[in-house]
């Protein structure tokens, strides 16, 4: 079991250590669990699917990398496949605050680079702040999205956030998580196209500059993350983040990174390329480079 897990770990109700042990002992645990993982560690622990969710938060708050604020926040997003996906906040010493991602923009970001159509849930240790449910207005479920905060009684998004700004202000009908792409040709080595298919896939309706990053860590191992973009601009999420996101969730670190590669078009009145140097360069990776889309 990864050591992050250890402490939480041995705090679970005994049947739910005993289901998990299993699926935590594998070699890289993908901090999500499939619905047929989910249904099988119910019928072990006889808990139903709320109060499963609920005990598995402090594991997604293991993941948390809060070097700032020393606050750590778990999130468990769960799609209409029945998967679960942890998510956790991560702070970057060394740039801006802004750099921050939130758990649960790390929860649904993680969610849909694993190919979730769409969430029916969040459940998280903490209210979600204004940040956080405002960048989930921006999903394709909508102002149903069920918010499940411990010691409150079950709500959607709606009722978090009255009278929301939202996409439709902008006449944007695309959602995050809605299939999108924007059909750039896949070329280069793996790593450029990991970046490039990342590309494809982001959101961005707004400035119409859609961008993927690719990380290769030095096992070859790669994850790819999409930006996301929201319709209140502040809270969109830079491919960079979705990319840590993805390696942190996964138990590597970011010594771990062999090098990046950024893909985003030369003519889009936006660019991810002098953040994604700064915040990669206070990880202490400078091997970044970059693919122009056209
Ligand atoms: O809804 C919230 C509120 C805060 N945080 C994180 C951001 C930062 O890392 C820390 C302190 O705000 O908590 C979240 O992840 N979600
Ligand atoms: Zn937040």
Same mark, same amino acid.
């Not at 042990?21 to 099988?40: C, D, I, K, T, Y």
């Not at 938060?57 to 998967?83: D, M, Y």
């Not at 923009?105 to 993680?110: E, K, M, Y």
């Not at 069920?146 to 709500?155: A, D, F």
């Given at each position: 079991?990864?050591?992050?897990?250890?402490?939480?770990?041995?705090?679970?109700?005994?049947?739910?250590?005993?289901?998990?042990?299993?699926?935590?002992?594998?070699?890289?645990?993908?901090?999500?669990?499939?619905?047929?993982?989910?249904?099988?560690?119910?019928?072990?622990?006889?808990?139903?699917?709320?109060?499963?969710?609920?005990?598995?938060?402090?594991?997604?708050?293991?993941?948390?990398?809060?070097?700032?604020?020393?606050?750590?926040?778990?999130?468990?997003?769960?799609?209409?496949?029945?998967?679960?996906?942890?998510?956790?906040?991560?702070?970057?010493?060394?740039?801006?605050?802004?750099?921050?991602?939130?758990?649960?923009?790390?929860?649904?970001?993680?969610?849909?680079?694993?190919?979730?159509?769409?969430?029916?849930?969040?459940?998280?240790?903490?209210?979600?702040?204004?940040?956080?449910?405002?960048?989930?207005?921006? *999903? &394709?479920?909508? =102002? @149903? !999205? $069920?918010?499940?905060?411990?010691? #409150?009684?079950?709500?959607?998004?709606?009722?978090?956030?009255?009278?929301?700004?939202?996409?439709?202000? *902008? &006449?944007?009908? =695309? @959602? !995050? $998580?809605?299939?999108?792409?924007? #059909?750039?040709?896949?070329?280069?080595?793996?790593?450029?196209?990991?970046?490039?298919?990342?590309?494809?896939?982001?959101?961005?309706?707004?400035?119409?500059?859609?961008?993927?990053?690719?990380?290769?860590?030095?096992?070859?191992?790669?994850?790819?993350?999409?930006?996301?973009?929201?319709?209140?601009?502040?809270?969109?999420?830079?491919?960079?983040?979705?990319?840590?996101?993805?390696?942190?969730?996964?138990?590597?670190?970011?010594?771990?990174?062999?090098?990046?590669?950024?893909?985003?078009?030369?003519?889009?009145?936006?660019?991810?390329?002098?953040?994604?140097?700064?915040?990669?360069?206070?990880?202490?990776?400078?091997?970044?480079?970059?693919?122009?889309?056209?």
């Amino acid at each position: 079991m990864h050591p992050r897990f250890q402490n939480v770990f041995a705090q679970l109700p005994a049947s739910l250590q005993a289901a998990l042990r299993p699926l935590l002992s594998v070699n890289a645990f993908p901090a999500m669990l499939s619905a047929a993982e989910g249904v099988s560690l119910r019928q072990q622990t006889g808990m139903d699917e709320a109060t499963l969710t609920f005990s598995l938060l402090p594991l997604a708050a293991a993941c948390a990398r809060p070097s700032i604020s020393r606050f750590q926040v778990g999130a468990i997003a769960r799609g209409v496949s029945g998967n679960l996906y942890f998510g956790a906040n991560m702070e970057f010493p060394g740039t801006t605050l802004q750099q921050t991602l939130h758990a649960e923009q790390s929860a649904v970001s993680h969610a849909w680079l694993r190919g979730e159509k769409q969430l029916t849930a969040i459940t998280v240790n903490y209210t979600p702040c204004g940040h956080c449910r405002q960048f989930m207005n921006e *999903l &394709n479920s909508g =102002t @149903r !999205l $069920l918010i499940n905060l411990p010691g #409150r009684p079950p709500s959607t998004l709606g009722d978090y956030l009255p009278d929301a700004f939202g996409p439709g202000d *902008l &006449n944007i009908k =695309t @959602r !995050l $998580l809605d299939e999108e792409c924007h #059909r750039f040709t896949l070329q280069g080595d793996t790593l450029t196209q990991a970046a490039i298919a990342a590309a494809n896939r982001s959101h961005a309706p707004y400035s119409n500059a859609p961008s993927g990053m690719a990380l290769e860590m030095k096992d070859g191992t790669i994850f790819s993350g999409s930006y996301a973009e929201n319709a209140a601009y502040n809270p969109s999420l830079p491919p960079l983040q979705a990319a840590l996101n993805l390696a942190y969730l996964s138990g590597y670190e970011s010594q771990d990174i062999l090098r990046a590669l950024l893909a985003e078009r030369p003519d889009a009145p936006l660019t991810q390329w002098e953040t994604s140097v700064a915040v990669l360069r206070s990880l202490n990776c400078r091997s970044i480079d970059r693919v122009l889309l056209n």
